[in-house]
């Protein structure tokens, strides 16, 4: 089993009585993309800082591709597009590449092919000779993106990529990364709009309070069903014989809800409740939204 | 050491697209030429009237002034050229992306200090070069020792600048600029205490100068290049603002030089160590 592209234990920073984070403890596999979910304050953009080496842990520590965490070997191979991609704004799109490309000991014709490629990747390349101060707030997201992608990075941290990007704007981040997939490219992405993360991640972990309170796949089989029933009467011990059925059986005005684990329970269900005599009007499964599930885990 | 210079040609590439070395080379022109239009006339006025001796008196005195002019002018860019290139990058988050590429925190300062230091010297030259240059052309004047006096007033710029460097890791631009100002203000008083002490024989005010000499070794270094930079007939008289009475001792200098070092050293270890 290849060594996890990230892996950290039980990370902590303090400023002072303040604590950002309290317990960071996660692992992220080679190729995995990973949402990073919590709400503002969570300590998301600490603990992203803490894993680039931007921010020394109070304690605890990691390995990121393989090096311990902040180490410059490390970041050879990683890219990073901050929450708000600041630059030099007096330089050309072209030659914020090119200088972000040498930083990385990228030179000669592969620098330029990095480039060009990159600047047309992000739909940038008629745009790479101007300057940067006269981009809108998209251009300037996307240049941030190619600027991440330098050199083919083995993990790239987006922190809120799609901030600021207009619809198409999000649908070339989300093929981006699903490129990044593709090639096997760890992606750790920290972003508030959970569709977005729904439709890109394999797996997420939820942060509150500066720890991790739930890590969770998102393929199917990780998410139960929510089941709704509206039945003509509740007779006595229903709710009970639900149970046997799945769980969180609850009674929410004219309908009763409950999970099960998957869409082969639903016709013994039906059958079960014909058999106790009850009259079932109205059946309906859905995956749980992960804006739903979100709201579970941190509201 | 590859990235230090990478950074430091950005940092050259920024003073250019910036305007600011065209705005300080322009200006240090200006500077020269109106130096040469106003020592020509003096020349005239001189020539006609003064003996050789008082000749010599009179462009010793004018070329000095215009050199102290040419210090001040230097330790204000050498200050303002960097009080922002570390601190300013910080603020807006654009050294976020520079410190997680491959390269060590000490080579992005190492790398703002060459770019800044390449400024500076390239300013120093044009002010004090086009100084000595006009001086040799219009009045026929060379000042004694310039090979000794000028790096001085470099070295000068290099503490300075060194300061502005070391602050920006941890002070905003604003609050680094009053620090370093205030420390120049402190060397700069504390020359002169040492020089009235010394005229006047007052011990404590001497040691309070000698004092503020090493804490900031930046007034000093100039009262040294003064005092090379004059004929010893007019710096022994003793009689116009830029004879010291107390010469700095050439230890300042390797002072002065240890000084740079350390303080770089420290600069580069604070913005290590430092959250970003």
Redesign the interface.
Same mark, same amino acid.
């Given at each position: 089993m290849p060594a996890p592209a990230l892996e950290v234990k039980a990370l902590r920073k303090q400023y002072g009585r303040r604590t950002a984070v309290a317990d960071l403890t996660l692992s992220v596999a080679q190729g995995e993309v990973f949402g990073f979910l919590g709400p503002n304050g969570a300590g998301k953009t600490t603990s992203m800082?803490m894993l680039?080496?931007?921010? *020394?842990p109070t304690a605890g520590g990691g390995q990121l591709l393989g090096a311990p965490l902040g180490q410059? *070997?490390a *970041?050879?191979r990683?890219g990073?597009l901050?929450e708000?991609?600041?630059?030099?704004e007096?330089?050309r799109g072209r030659e914020l590449l090119r200088?972000?490309g040498?930083?990385?000991?990228l030179q000669g014709d592969a620098l330029s092919r990095d480039v060009e490629g990159l600047l047309r990747r992000v739909e940038l390349a008629e745009a790479g000779e101007r300057c940067l101060r006269e981009y809108s707030k998209g251009m300037r997201q996307r240049i941030?993106l190619a600027?991440a992608l330098l050199g083919a990075p083995q993990l790239v941290f987006l922190d809120e990529p799609t901030s600021g990007l207009d619809p198409l704007g999000r649908l070339l981040v989300r093929d981006v990364i699903r490129e990044l997939k593709a090639r096997g490219t760890t992606v750790f992405l920290n972003s508030h709009l959970l569709s977005e993360v729904e439709v890109t991640c394999d797996r997420v972990a939820f942060v509150r309070d500066g720890r991790v309170v739930r890590e969770m796949s998102l393929g199917l089989a990780e998410r139960d069903l929510e089941v709704e029933l509206r039945v003509d009467r509740v007779p006595p011990g229903l709710v009970t014989g639900l149970a046997s059925f799945g769980r969180d059986v609850r009674e929410d005005g004219a309908c009763l809800r409950l999970r099960v684990e998957d869409e082969t329970t639903l016709p013994a269900l039906s059958r079960w409740l014909a058999g106790q005599g009850v009259g079932l009007y109205h059946l309906a499964a859905r995956r749980r939204s992960l804006e739903e599930i979100f709201l579970e885990v941190i509201g | 050491m590859r990235a230090a210079l990478v950074i430091a040609r950005m940092t050259l590439a920024e003073a250019r697209r910036r305007r600011i070395l065209a705005a300080a080379l322009a200006l240090g022109g200006a500077f020269v030429a109106l130096f040469a239009v106003g020592l020509h006339f003096i020349a005239r006025d001189v020539r006609a009237h003064a003996t050789p001796t008082q000749q010599g008196f009179a462009f010793a005195y004018v070329v000095l002034a215009a050199l102290y002019a040419a210090n001040f002018l230097i330790v204000m860019t050498s200050v303002l050229v960097t009080i922002d290139t570390l601190s300013g990058e910080i603020g807006s988050g654009v050294i976020e992306t520079l410190c997680t590429k491959p390269v060590s925190r000490w080579s992005v300062a190492l790398g703002k200090w060459l770019g800044c230091w390449a400024i500076l010297a390239l300013y120093a030259a044009v002010l004090c070069g086009g100084v000595l240059a006009v001086a040799r052309l219009v009045a026929g004047y060379t000042p004694p020792q310039p090979w000794r006096g000028l790096p001085l007033l470099l070295l000068e710029g290099t503490v300075l600048l060194t300061l502005a460097l070391a602050g920006g890791t941890r002070l905003s631009t604003l609050a680094n600029g009053v620090t370093v100002f205030g420390l120049y203000g402190l060397a700069f008083i504390g020359g002169w205490m040492e020089q009235i002490g010394t005229l006047t024989g007052n011990a404590a005010s001497r040691y309070l100068g000698i004092g503020a000499s090493l804490l900031v070794p930046s007034e000093s270094l100039w009262q040294l290049a003064a005092y090379l930079m004059q004929p010893p007939l007019v710096r022994d008289a003793g009689m116009g603002p830029f004879s010291p009475h107390s010469v700095p001792s050439p230890a300042m200098v390797v002072w002065a030089l240890a000084y740079v070092a350390v303080t770089l050293a420290l600069a580069l270890a604070s913005f290590r160590s430092r959250d970003l």
């Amino acid at each position: 089993m290849p060594a996890p592209a990230l892996e950290v234990k039980a990370l902590r920073k303090q400023y002072g009585r303040r604590t950002a984070v309290a317990d960071l403890t996660l692992s992220v596999a080679q190729g995995e993309v990973f949402g990073f979910l919590g709400p503002n304050g969570a300590g998301k953009t600490t603990s992203m800082k803490m894993l680039l080496g931007l921010v *020394r842990p109070t304690a605890g520590g990691g390995q990121l591709l393989g090096a311990p965490l902040g180490q410059p *070997r490390a *970041r050879q191979r990683i890219g990073y597009l901050p929450e708000h991609f600041a630059f030099h704004e007096w330089l050309r799109g072209r030659e914020l590449l090119r200088f972000h490309g040498r930083l990385l000991g990228l030179q000669g014709d592969a620098l330029s092919r990095d480039v060009e490629g990159l600047l047309r990747r992000v739909e940038l390349a008629e745009a790479g000779e101007r300057c940067l101060r006269e981009y809108s707030k998209g251009m300037r997201q996307r240049i941030g993106l190619a600027q991440a992608l330098l050199g083919a990075p083995q993990l790239v941290f987006l922190d809120e990529p799609t901030s600021g990007l207009d619809p198409l704007g999000r649908l070339l981040v989300r093929d981006v990364i699903r490129e990044l997939k593709a090639r096997g490219t760890t992606v750790f992405l920290n972003s508030h709009l959970l569709s977005e993360v729904e439709v890109t991640c394999d797996r997420v972990a939820f942060v509150r309070d500066g720890r991790v309170v739930r890590e969770m796949s998102l393929g199917l089989a990780e998410r139960d069903l929510e089941v709704e029933l509206r039945v003509d009467r509740v007779p006595p011990g229903l709710v009970t014989g639900l149970a046997s059925f799945g769980r969180d059986v609850r009674e929410d005005g004219a309908c009763l809800r409950l999970r099960v684990e998957d869409e082969t329970t639903l016709p013994a269900l039906s059958r079960w409740l014909a058999g106790q005599g009850v009259g079932l009007y109205h059946l309906a499964a859905r995956r749980r939204s992960l804006e739903e599930i979100f709201l579970e885990v941190i509201g | 050491m590859r990235a230090a210079l990478v950074i430091a040609r950005m940092t050259l590439a920024e003073a250019r697209r910036r305007r600011i070395l065209a705005a300080a080379l322009a200006l240090g022109g200006a500077f020269v030429a109106l130096f040469a239009v106003g020592l020509h006339f003096i020349a005239r006025d001189v020539r006609a009237h003064a003996t050789p001796t008082q000749q010599g008196f009179a462009f010793a005195y004018v070329v000095l002034a215009a050199l102290y002019a040419a210090n001040f002018l230097i330790v204000m860019t050498s200050v303002l050229v960097t009080i922002d290139t570390l601190s300013g990058e910080i603020g807006s988050g654009v050294i976020e992306t520079l410190c997680t590429k491959p390269v060590s925190r000490w080579s992005v300062a190492l790398g703002k200090w060459l770019g800044c230091w390449a400024i500076l010297a390239l300013y120093a030259a044009v002010l004090c070069g086009g100084v000595l240059a006009v001086a040799r052309l219009v009045a026929g004047y060379t000042p004694p020792q310039p090979w000794r006096g000028l790096p001085l007033l470099l070295l000068e710029g290099t503490v300075l600048l060194t300061l502005a460097l070391a602050g920006g890791t941890r002070l905003s631009t604003l609050a680094n600029g009053v620090t370093v100002f205030g420390l120049y203000g402190l060397a700069f008083i504390g020359g002169w205490m040492e020089q009235i002490g010394t005229l006047t024989g007052n011990a404590a005010s001497r040691y309070l100068g000698i004092g503020a000499s090493l804490l900031v070794p930046s007034e000093s270094l100039w009262q040294l290049a003064a005092y090379l930079m004059q004929p010893p007939l007019v710096r022994d008289a003793g009689m116009g603002p830029f004879s010291p009475h107390s010469v700095p001792s050439p230890a300042m200098v390797v002072w002065a030089l240890a000084y740079v070092a350390v303080t770089l050293a420290l600069a580069l270890a604070s913005f290590r160590s430092r959250d970003l």
